[in-house]
């Protein structure tokens, strides 16, 4: 048993790097009281060990902690992915006015950043349903938390409340789905899920009924139609840093188990079984077709309603919950081509969505505004900001020869092979709307004079490097993107499926 443990503890450095950092954060917090600056230094640290550890597991399939979580390429992506977006947003905090204000308490915003990104850790991981159960509830707290953390803006409550009351009531639906499983199947892990589906079976209609429920909880962290209301107020009233933390790296996580759960646990895995015909052992329902419906619906809903948002923040939700119903193109197919697909989607939306909200932080710190009429005239007053812009926008929209093409490609590509045609074109259709409301911002940057103030709008050399830090593999991986499908292609194997 102590061999076992310690074992388990030598492919858990990540996580273990991280809870120390925490803890050291926390201290230094309390003991530094009047060197406040000390706690995010370490979390950076912390952050960067802890990517150093994640690489150290390149290649690696084991299970541990008696199987309550897993170390393959397909964690090692997401954590990955994860890892560098808390670095960027840790980066971004620097230059914050909305944390930078709240000197008194940034140590706590920090140990909260450490905390949120070992939830999203755990959930990449996660093999056993109570493990996604304890690693949701630990990143969805910490999320609560950081969303209402600017207390003396007026909708910042709000939007912790808000985030708080349907993340509690997409648990519990979760947990009761979660519940029904286990009395149909006897086995919380989803290795003995797909072994007692294959050989023993389970009656279909109470299956339906609790893979719905789960499905519940994983369309509340990814903010698919029609479990997203809590999107737009919480993007709007959080901190545009942890706005942009939510977008990228939560829903990461939240795509990472749900591939995970519905790859694994519903694949043919016995003898003579098809690994590349998923959704096997569910041939009496068409999960594929409700997974279908709930993209359209998200991706469509998303681009109409962002199209009527005069808020930055809250059109880059509704983009957000479109480029999650995009996403979901891959989860349909859900073979390795598709699987891939996301994967390599994930990495070019890291880059192109972070780059959208650090200009929309960059300009809300000058101006203090949010709305699209700030942003007139910015094409002459800070044009490197505004260049940046457009090429993030660009992407977003997924045109050549930015990276968001490459991403759209690749899933059009893995829908056309699985003869999904109609769907890619749903996608395609989708994607023209989403360049109106991008067209609206570029507009008031380069067609517009500034209502007011006409001055330039000067930025530190710091920041302008963080910002050409994320413009360049936006531009980068839409001319050369073939070591990115190659870790992706990597990545697609979990532990057990092969």
């Known amino acids: 048993m102590v061999e076992q443990i310690l074992e388990s503890l030598s492919r858990f450095l990540p996580e273990t790097v991280l809870v120390g950092a925490l803890c050291l954060a926390i201290l230094s917090d309390l003991v530094f009281r009047q060197n406040r600056g000390i706690a995010p230094l370490i979390a950076l640290g912390g952050l960067f060990l802890s990517l150093y550890y994640v690489t150290e597991q390149a290649g690696v399939s084991q299970q541990i902690f008696s199987g309550m979580i897993v ?18 947003i840790v980066l971004f905090s620097f230059y914050s006015s909305e944390v930078q204000s709240t000197q008194k308490r940034i140590g706590e915003y920090f140990s909260l950043i450490l905390a949120l990104t070992l939830g999203m850790y755990l959930m990449a991981g996660a093999v056993n349903l109570l493990m996604m159960v304890l690693a949701i509830e630990l990143t969805s707290l910490t999320s609560y938390i950081l969303a209402g953390y600017t207390r003396e803006a007026p909708d910042s409550s709000e939007a912790s409340l808000k985030y708080m009351i349907y993340g509690a009531l997409s648990t519990g639906l979760m947990l009761y789905g979660i519940s029904i499983l286990y009395g149909l199947t006897g086995a ?54 942890i706005t942009a933390f939510l977008s990228v790296a939560s829903k990461a996580a939240g795509f990472a188990m ?17 690994p590349d015909e998923m959704w096997v052992l569910l041939q009496g329902i068409e999960w594929n077709k409700i997974v279908a419906i709930i993209s359209v619906l998200t991706m469509t809903l998303g681009n109409l309603v962002a199209v009527w948002q005069d808020n930055l923040k ?50 809300a710190n000058k101006t203090g505004k949010e709305d699209i009429d700030s942003y007139k005239g910015l094409g002459y007053r800070s044009p490197i900001v505004a260049v940046s812009f457009v090429i993030f926008l660009i992407s977003l929209t997924g045109l050549p020869p930015t990276a968001g093409f490459i991403g759209k490609l690749y899933l059009f590509a893995a829908l056309f092979e699985a003869k999904w045609i109609w769907l890619a074109v749903v996608g395609a259709l989708n994607s023209v709307v989403s360049l109106y409301y991008y067209v609206r911002v570029l507009r008031n940057m380069f067609l517009r004079d500034p ?17 050409i830090a994320l413009v360049i593999p936006t531009i980068l991986f839409g001319l050369y993107f073939a070591p990115l499908v190659d870790f992706a292609n990597a990545s697609i194997v979990m532990f057990g499926v092969r």
Do not use: C
């Open 188 to 241: 919380t892990d989803i290795y003995g899920i797909n072994a007692s589906i294959a050989y023993n079976g389970v009656n279909e209609v109470t299956l339906l009924i609790a893979v719905i429920l789960i499905l519940v909880g994983f369309g509340y962290k990814i903010s698919a139609v029609p479990f997203h209301f809590w999107t737009p107020d919480v993007y709007e009233g959080a901190p545009v840093t």
């Open 314 to 363: 809250r059109l880059l939700a509704y983009s957000s919950i479109a480029h999650a119903g995009y996403m979901l193109m891959g989860v349909v197919v859900l073979s390795n081509a598709g699987v891939a697909a996301v994967l390599i989607y994930f990495m070019v939306y890291l880059f192109m969505n972070l780059g959208a909200f650090y200009v929309v932080m960059l300009v």
């Open 451 to 467: 209502a007011e103030d006409k001055s330039p709008i000067e930025f530190s050399t710091a920041q302008i490097v963080v910002l």
């Open 258 to 274: 749900m591939i995970r759960f519905f790859r694994v646990s519903f694949i043919d895995l016995t003898p003579g079984g098809f």
């Open 71 to 88: 170390v393959d390429p397909f964690a090692v992506f997401f954590k990955f992915l994860i890892g560098v977006t808390a670095i960027l």
